[in-house]
């Protein structure tokens, strides 16, 4: 057996162990040092309100250049920090970065524009996330209207403290957003606790309306739940036209997805903000056409 050295722990592991733990190992280390190099950036994915075609707010995601491996997708790095605890310095990083960019936008002459981001589990039970938050507000003096967080369901683990802790961050006038909605295998009661004001409908409903009974009848139970107990809704991951179809048809109110826009460089967003609004306006001009 041979021991590897990491900052901070000691992990010992076989030659007969997984090459995907021994990579895991490698990224995870290597994700300590990712902040200071300036590794890191903020993509910006637009949200689509159906009524107008404007884009009223956007979501923060976070990016990886990897000096040697190049671009590695969150999906892969954010479990890694979150298990490694590097969730905390990382997602405050994000935080900034995303109030900072939205100032900034709104300095450059842009249209107000709402930005969403992603809270981790851990986040949640971060000591001082509330006095956190509120300092990046006052330090990039955006006002909190701006800021929408976003929970997902693992959150109803410890339904007493999420729910205080919400309702401390809803007191600095943010808004609440829960992400991957119908996917947490959770008790639907925490929509009584939770001080929340949208649900996001995963993209895994939204991309089988047309081939799948059950997930489009997903779909409409959720935008009928989402009206009876006035929230708002953001569904995700919009990539065909008939899936847009169905969402406008039922009253959706915002949409985000690869048929509008992939997540974009803050600068692409600020140079073709009106061109991707007039995109927007186009591809739902044509369905109102059709109808
Ligand atoms: P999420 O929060 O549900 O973010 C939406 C994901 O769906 C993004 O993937 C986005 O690029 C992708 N997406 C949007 N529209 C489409 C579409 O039309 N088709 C397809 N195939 N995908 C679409 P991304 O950027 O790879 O992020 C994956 C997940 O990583 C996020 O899911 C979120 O859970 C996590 N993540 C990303 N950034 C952060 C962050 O700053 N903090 C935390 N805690 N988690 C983050
Ligand atoms: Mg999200
Ligand atoms: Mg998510
Ligand atoms: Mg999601």
Known sequence: QEARKVPSRIVFYETSMSS???????LENDLRHALD??????EYQPQIDLQTGHILSVEALVRWQHPSKGMISPGLFIPIAEESGIIIPIGQWVLETACRQVKQ??????????????LSLGQLFQQDLVEMIQSVLEETDLDPKYLQLEITESMTINIDHITMILHQLKALGVTIAVDDFGTGYSSLSYLKDFPIDCLKIDRSFVQKIQSDPT???LVDMILSMAKHLRLKVVAEGIEEVAQLNYLVAGHCETVQGFLFSKPLHPTYLQDNYQALQDNAQTILEALHTQC
């Open 20 to 26: 995907d733990i021994t990579e895991k190992i490698i």
């Open 37 to 42: 190099n300036h590794e890191l950036f903020v």
């Open 105 to 118: 936008w709104e300095q450059a002459g842009l249209p107000p524009i709402k930005v969403a981001v992603n």
């Open 215 to 217: 997930d489009k009848a």
